[in-house]
């Protein structure tokens, strides 16, 4: 009995423990829609954080700790600001380039550059 107990309190710090380590209070998203003119593009943001485990892959600037700030308060749809790529491009490379390798390894991976119309749907 005190055992089971005692194995349950480990388990769930190390799951606190592993949040801490993914560096974030905000547990992320669930799902979030990209509207675009090419299609709508929808990202499994809780997935992809629970497979990836790092929240930094994609949200670069945020220490552990804190809440990432959106793309577009840094990356402007218009134009290069302080070396920071248009809001389209950072977004589009993070994705392209991480599924890219993943296929180049030989592993589960999602849709790459030429793969428009898998990320971007028609409603
Ligand atoms: C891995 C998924 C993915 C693929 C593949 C992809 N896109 Fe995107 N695209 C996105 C996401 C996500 C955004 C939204 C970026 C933002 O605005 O924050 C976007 C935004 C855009 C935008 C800017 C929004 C708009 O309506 O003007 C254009 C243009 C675009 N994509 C064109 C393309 C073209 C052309 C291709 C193929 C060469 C392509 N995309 C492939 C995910 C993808
Ligand atoms: C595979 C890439 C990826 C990973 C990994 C990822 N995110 Fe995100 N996240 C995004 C994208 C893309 C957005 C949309 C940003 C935007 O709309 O500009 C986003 C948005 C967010 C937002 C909303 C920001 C806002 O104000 O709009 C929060 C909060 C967030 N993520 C938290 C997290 C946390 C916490 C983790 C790690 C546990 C994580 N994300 C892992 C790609 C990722
Ligand atoms: C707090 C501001 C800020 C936020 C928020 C931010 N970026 Fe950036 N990003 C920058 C700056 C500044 C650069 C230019 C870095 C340099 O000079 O090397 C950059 C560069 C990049 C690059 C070019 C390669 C690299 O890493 O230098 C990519 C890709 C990128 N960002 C993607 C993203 C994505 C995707 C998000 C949202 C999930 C995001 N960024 C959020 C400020 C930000
Ligand atoms: C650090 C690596 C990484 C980054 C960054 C990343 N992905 Fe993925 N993505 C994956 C992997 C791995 C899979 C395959 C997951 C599986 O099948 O188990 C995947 C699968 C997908 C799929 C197909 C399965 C699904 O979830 O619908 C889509 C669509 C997708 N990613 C969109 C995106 C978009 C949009 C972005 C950028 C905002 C992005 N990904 C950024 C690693 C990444």
Redesign the pocket.
């Known amino acids: 009995m005190r055992k089971t107990f005692l194995i349950l309190v480990a388990t769930a710090a190390m799951v606190a423990g592993f ?1 801490a380590l ?8 669930e799902v ?1 829609t ?1 509207e675009a003119k090419l299609g709508t593009v929808t ?1 499994n ?1 809780k997935d ?3 497979k ?8 670069h600037t ?1 220490k552990a700790g804190e ?7 840094c ?1 402007d749809a218009k134009q290069v600001v302080e070396n920071a790529p248009k ?1 389209k491009d950072a ?1 589009h490379s ?2 392209w380039d ?1 599924h890219t390798s993943k296929l180049e390894a030989g592993e589960k991976s999602g849709p790459i550059k030429k793969d428009c119309k898998a990320c971007h749907v028609k409603g």
């Not at 993914?22 to 998203?29: L, V």
């Not at 809440?67 to 308060?73: D, L, M, Y």
């Open positions: 949040w993914a560096g974030d209070a905000a547990a992320p998203k979030l990209f990202f943001h992809h954080a629970d990836i485990g790092d929240c930094a892959a994609c949200h945020t809440t990432p700030q959106s793309c577009g308060s990356h809001l977004v993070t994705c991480c």
